[in-house]
C-alpha cells in the first residue's frame, strides 16, 4: 500500500506528460453555424493535429451559453472537456448574480483567446432601411415597431442593440435566440428588423445577396465591408471595445502543464497561414495570448460590460430595448 502510495504522485506526473491519450472535447456554448462554433471548428481541427489526438466539438447552446459553461466547469480539471465560449461568461454573473454565483477566473483556467469579432449591423438584403440613419429614424417615429435578434438575453448583439438604443434614445422589441446562427437565418428570412453581428461569415451572406450591413463596429472602414461607415463615424463611440472574443478555459484545477501543452496547440493553430486566412475571410481578428494573457483580459473585460449594463439599464429580465 506504501508503494503504491509513493507512486501515484509521480503516475500523476506521467499522465500529464502522456496527455492526451484520448479525445479532448471541446465544448461550444452555441448552437452549430454560428461565429463562435466556426471559429471553434477551424481551431479544433489544427489543435488535434499538433496534440496527436481528436479534439471534438460538441455543442451545448441554451441559458446564453451557462449549460456549456457549468458543464465544463463541474467536469474532472484533466484537460479532457473544454470550453470555447465569449463575453457571457463574463456578462451571465452581472446580469443574474443569484442565478450564476461564480466567478469566470476562478472557476476556470484561462487557456487562450483565440480571436475576436467586430460587430456589425446588418438587416436583409430587400429591407427598407439602406443605412442607419433611417432605421434609427423609424424607431424614433415608432417606438416598438423595430425588432433586433441576439443569441440570447446578456450576449453581444442583446448588450450592443441595448447601447445604441440609449445612445439614439430609441425603443426596439428584444427577440432571443438560442445562439447566434438561428438568429441569423431569421435575420436572412426578413423576420426581424436588423441585429448586431459578429463579423465572421458576414461577408458571404453580403455577396450571395442576403443581407445589407448598415455599419461596422471597428476604429476604422474595413476593405471587408466597402462603402460601409463605422458606428463612431455615425456618432456612436464604444463598440470597438465591445467586440465579441472567442477563447478556451478548463476547469479550475488543471494542471498547468495540461493547460500549457493545450496553449501550444492552440497557439500553433492560430499561427498557421491558412487558418489565419480562413479567420481573416471570416472577418476574425486573430488573439492567441498566453494563459496569463487571456487571464489578464478577462479581468478587464468584466469590468468592461458591468459599464456598459450599468449604463444602459439593462437587466436579465428584461425582453426588450
Given at each position: 500500500?506504501?508503494?503504491?502510495?509513493?507512486?501515484?504522485?509521480?503516475?500523476?506526473?506521467?499522465?500529464?506528460?502522456?496527455?492526451?491519450?484520448?479525445?479532448?472535447?471541446?465544448?461550444?456554448?452555441?448552437?452549430?453555424?454560428?461565429?463562435?462554433?466556426?471559429?471553434?471548428?477551424?481551431?479544433?481541427?489544427?489543435?488535434?493535429?499538433?496534440?496527436?489526438?481528436?479534439?471534438?466539438?460538441?455543442?451545448?447552446p441554451g441559458a446564453s451559453a451557462?449549460?456549456?459553461?457549468?458543464?465544463?466547469?463541474?467536469?474532472?480539471?484533466?484537460?479532457?472537456?473544454?470550453?470555447?465560449?465569449?463575453?457571457?461568461?463574463?456578462?451571465?454573473?452581472?446580469?443574474?448574480?443569484?442565478?450564476?454565483?461564480?466567478?469566470?477566473?476562478?472557476?476556470?483556467?484561462?487557456?487562450?483567446?483565440?480571436?475576436?469579432?467586430?460587430?456589425?449591423?446588418?438587416?436583409?438584403?430587400?429591407?427598407?432601411?439602406?443605412?442607419?440613419?433611417?432605421?434609427?429614424?423609424?424607431?424614433?417615429?415608432?417606438?416598438?415597431?423595430?425588432?433586433?435578434?441576439?443569441?440570447?438575453?446578456?450576449?453581444?448583439?442583446?448588450?450592443?442593440?441595448?447601447?445604441?438604443?440609449?445612445?439614439?434614445?430609441?425603443?426596439?422589441?428584444?427577440?432571443?435566440?438560442?445562439?447566434?446562427?438561428?438568429?441569423?437565418?431569421?435575420?436572412?428570412?426578413?423576420?426581424?428588423?436588423?441585429?448586431?453581428?459578429?463579423?465572421?461569415?458576414?461577408?458571404?451572406?453580403?455577396?450571395?445577396?442576403?443581407?445589407?450591413?448598415?455599419?461596422?463596429?471597428?476604429?476604422?472602414?474595413?476593405?471587408?465591408?466597402?462603402?460601409?461607415?463605422?458606428?463612431?463615424?455615425?456618432?456612436?463611440?464604444?463598440?470597438?471595445?465591445?467586440?465579441?472574443?472567442?477563447?478556451?478555459?478548463?476547469?479550475?484545477?488543471?494542471?498547468?502543464?495540461?493547460?500549457?501543452?493545450?496553449?501550444?496547440?492552440?497557439?500553433?493553430?492560430?499561427?498557421?497561414?491558412?487558418?489565419?486566412?480562413?479567420?481573416?475571410?471570416?472577418?476574425?481578428?486573430?488573439?492567441?495570448?498566453s494563459p496569463e494573457q487571456f487571464?489578464?483580459?478577462?479581468?478587464?473585460?468584466?469590468?468592461?460590460?458591468?459599464?456598459?449594463?450599468?449604463?444602459?439599464?439593462?437587466?436579465?429580465?428584461?425582453?426588450?430595448?
Amino acid at each position: 500500500m506504501l508503494a503504491v502510495a509513493a507512486a501515484l504522485p509521480l503516475s500523476g506526473t506521467a499522465r500529464a506528460d502522456d496527455y492526451p491519450s484520448r479525445p479532448v472535447r471541446m465544448v461550444v456554448g452555441y448552437a452549430a453555424g454560428g461565429p463562435t462554433d466556426v471559429v471553434a471548428r477551424i481551431v479544433a481541427k489544427h489543435m488535434s493535429e499538433s496534440l496527436g489526438a481528436s479534439v471534438v466539438v460538441e455543442n451545448k447552446p441554451g441559458a446564453s451559453a451557462h449549460i456549456a459553461a457549468a458543464d465544463v466547469m463541474r467536469s474532472p480539471p484533466d484537460g479532457y472537456k473544454v470550453l470555447v465560449t465569449s463575453l457571457t461568461l463574463n456578462v451571465n454573473p452581472l446580469l443574474y448574480p443569484d442565478r450564476y454565483d461564480y466567478d469566470p477566473v476562478k472557476a476556470f483556467e484561462p487557456i487562450s483567446n483565440f480571436a475576436n469579432n467586430p460587430l456589425v449591423v446588418v438587416t436583409n438584403y430587400d429591407s427598407p432601411y439602406k443605412d442607419l440613419k433611417s432605421l434609427i429614424a423609424d424607431a424614433k417615429a415608432h417606438p416598438g415597431k423595430l425588432t433586433f435578434g441576439s443569441s440570447g438575453v446578456g450576449g453581444s448583439a442583446h448588450l450592443a442593440a441595448e447601447m445604441l438604443s440609449t445612445m439614439a434614445g430609441i425603443k426596439m422589441v428584444h427577440v432571443p435566440f438560442k445562439g447566434n446562427g438561428p438568429a441569423l437565418q431569421e435575420m436572412v428570412a426578413g423576420r426581424i428588423t436588423f441585429m448586431f453581428y459578429p463579423s465572421v461569415g458576414i461577408p458571404n451572406y453580403v455577396a450571395a445577396k442576403q443581407l445589407r450591413v448598415l455599419a461596422i463596429g471597428t476604429d476604422k472602414p474595413e476593405k471587408e465591408f466597402p462603402g460601409v461607415p463605422t458606428l463612431d463615424s455615425l456618432g456612436f463611440s464604444g463598440f470597438q471595445q465591445g467586440a465579441p472574443w472567442i477563447g478556451m478555459l478548463a476547469p479550475a484545477g488543471t494542471p498547468k502543464p495540461v493547460v500549457d501543452k493545450l496553449n501550444k496547440a492552440a497557439v500553433e493553430a492560430l499561427r498557421k497561414p491558412e487558418v489565419r486566412e480562413q479567420l481573416a475571410q471570416l472577418g476574425a481578428v486573430v488573439v492567441g495570448d498566453s494563459p496569463e494573457q487571456f487571464r489578464k483580459f478577462l479581468v478587464e473585460d468584466k469590468a468592461r460590460w458591468a459599464e456598459v449594463i450599468k449604463k444602459g439599464n439593462v437587466t436579465g429580465s428584461a425582453a426588450g430595448g
